[in-house]
Each structure stands twice: as C-alpha cells, then as structure tokens.
C-alpha cells in the first residue's frame, strides 16, 4: 500500500498538484490577512517609502528563505521520501556530530510553536472582517468556537476535509491573485518594490527600526510545512504548484501596496476604523462578506495543515526519543495520517 501511495504523488499530476495546494499552503497562504497590516501599524501616517520597503522585504523573504531554501534546496533532501526537521536530523545524525541534536529540538519546538499561534492569528484576523460590517461584534467567541470544532474534529482524519481543502485553496490562491491584479492596474510603479533598496530604506526609516523585520517574517511562517509535508505531497508536485501560489501572493501583497500609495498621507485607521486591514480595504464592498467567507475557510485550512504538522512531528520525535511514548491513533487507511489526542488538546489549550 504504501509503496504504491509513495510512487502516487512522487509523479506530477493534476491531483498532486490540487492535494498540495490544500495540504501544504494554507499557512504560508493566508499570511496577506495580517502582514501589511502588521507592517504599516494602524496608527501611522502611510508613507509610499515603507509600503514600497515593506513589499521589497516581502519579495526578497518569499524568494529568498522559500523559494530558494525550501523549495530549492531543503527538498533534495529527504529521508526515504519524508522531509521535516527530525528528518534532516536523522541523516545528519550518521555524521556523528553530537550537538546537531540541538538545533534540531530547537527547529522542531519552533515548529510546534507556529502550530499555536497560527490557529488563533490566521482565524481571527480572517473573522475580524465581520468588524467592518457590525463593529460591535465581539469576535472572539466566533474565533474560539471555530478553534474547538476543528481540534475536536481532528480524532476522525483528515479524509473528509482534505477532498474540501484542494478546492477551496485554488479558490483562496485565485481571489488573492485577482484581487492584487486589480488594485495593481492602477499603479504599476508598485513594482518598484522589487529592488532591494527599499528594502534597506525601510530599516532606516520605520517607526519600528528592526522590529519591522518580526512583521515581515510572518509572510513565510509555514515554509517549513512544505518540507515536512513532503512525504504526502512528493517534491515535483510541491515544487511545481509553488509557481502559482507565490505568484498569487506577490499580485495580493502588491496589490495592497498599490492600494496603500493611493491613499498615502492618511492612516489605516482613517481608512477603515479600528479594525482596518487592507487585505479587507482593497475589495469592493459588496465583494467583502464572501471575501470575508472564503478568508476564514482558508484560515481554517491553514490551520489544519499545521495540526497535522504537528503530529508527524511528535510522531518523528518519538522515534529519534526526543519525546515520550504518547498514544497514536491511525483514523483513516491513508499513508502518513496519524492523530495523537494529547499533542492535539495540548495545541488547542495553548
């Protein structure tokens, strides 16, 4: 059997392609819901300069740190077809060098880490959007609701939603990229932002000095998804969809920037009020419910793939003994899935 699945995704096909889109970019793809807005602060005055750093820095970190090291690079390395940190780990290990042990635990806690705090990040800056329409909408219940279904729903696989995940990212990659096009059209000087200037000037004349730089990283948090979800999805299939999606999230960012200039001298919270986002500002208002929709079911998704992350993680450590002998449930016949009930409660308390 798995022998067969392995031989299944190692191939380039339609199906690989759509099971990567949903398995392994929910993360790294619904990041445009909060960097901007992380980046300009809803106080400052907007200035083109730091939109323009911003989306250099944007440009540089996606092709840079994803494209060239984890698509380029960390693929080609893998341990009998699976990736992950624990993976690197275990062929590295045979070198003898003792303390590779470290950045090893360091890697894998810092990816535990991200499956807590992407959840309730990526959920709640998607609901946030409700805001706009009712402002006194108290959006944390909706948020906190929307969490507990989805760890309870964890102890039955990942089989049902996973053929509903495929579909719906293609629908998330394609609305993110149409919507950059359109705010893009009007101002093709935001392409500027490719230049590695910006991105320089931008440390030297944000508010936030060097902190900008924590903003801007949250545009490839999940990268490491893509590596160790590579057991599942196969490296070609991975490689391949990657065109698409950076492509639609370099329009989105853009897209927002083109947006921001329009509007240079006021502050998002003129723009739209205490809850303003531009991932939210560039839509057209009747368009806003279903963006607001379709946000918060890849946010969702976003935050399965790194549930699942997770457990394939505890799964790895538990084999190298860096983690205690914990209960592993298999819900579903498919290859790689594994459900384990304390690391899923423990990430939903967290």
Not at 157 to 170: D, E, I, N, R, Y
Not at 267 to 278: I, Q, S
Request: a positive charge; proline letters at 4%; aromatic letters at 12%.
């Amino acid at each position: 059997m798995s022998a067969h699945n392995h031989q299944l995704h190692s191939k380039l096909t339609i199906g690989g392609l759509l099971i990567t889109l949903g398995i392994i970019y929910g993360d790294i793809g619904t990041s445009p819901l909060y960097v901007m807005k992380a980046i300009i602060g809803l106080h400052h005055i907007i200035n083109p300069d730091i939109i323009l750093g911003g989306l250099s820095c944007i440009f540089w970190t996606l092709t840079l740190q994803t494209t060239l090291k984890y698509v380029i690079i960390t693929l080609s390395a893998d341990n009998h077809g699976e990736g992950g940190i624990f993976a690197l780990y275990a062929l590295v290990k045979r070198t003898k060098i003792k303390w590779l042990i470290v950045p090893a635990i360091v890697g894998g806690s810092a990816l535990l880490a991200d499956g807590i705090i992407t959840p309730p990040i990526s959920v709640s800056s998607a609901v946030e959007g409700i805001r706009t329409f009712y402002p006194s909408i108290n959006t944390v219940p909706i948020v906190i609701a929307i969490l507990v279904i989805l760890f309870t729903i964890q102890q039955f696989g990942t089989k049902l939603v996973g053929k509903f995940f495929a579909p719906m990212m293609l629908v998330w990659f394609s609305m993110l990229g149409i919507l950059g096009i359109i705010q893009i059209g009007g101002n093709l000087s935001v392409f500027r932002a490719i230049n590695p200037y910006y991105a320089y000037e931008l440390l030297r004349i944000h508010p936030d000095g060097f902190y900008v730089l924590g903003f801007v990283f949250l545009c490839t948090t999940g990268a490491e998804a893509l590596y160790s979800d590579m057991g599942h999805c196969g490296r070609k299939n991975i490689r391949i969809s990657w065109i698409f999606v950076k492509a639609t999230l370099v329009l989105n960012y853009f897209g927002q920037g083109a947006y921001l200039i329009k509007h240079q001298g006021d502050t998002l919270f003129r723009l739209g009020g205490k809850n303003a986002n531009p991932f939210y500002l560039v839509m057209e208002s009747w368009f806003q419910p279903i963006g607001i929709v379709i946000a918060t079911m890849a946010a969702v998704i976003a935050s399965q793939a790194l549930i699942s992350g997770s457990f394939t993680l505890i799964n790895e450590a538990m084999r190298l003994s860096f983690w205690p002998k914990v209960k592993i449930k298999y819900p579903t016949d498919l290859k790689g899935q594994l459900y384990i009930p304390s690391i899923n409660w423990i990430l939903l308390l967290g």
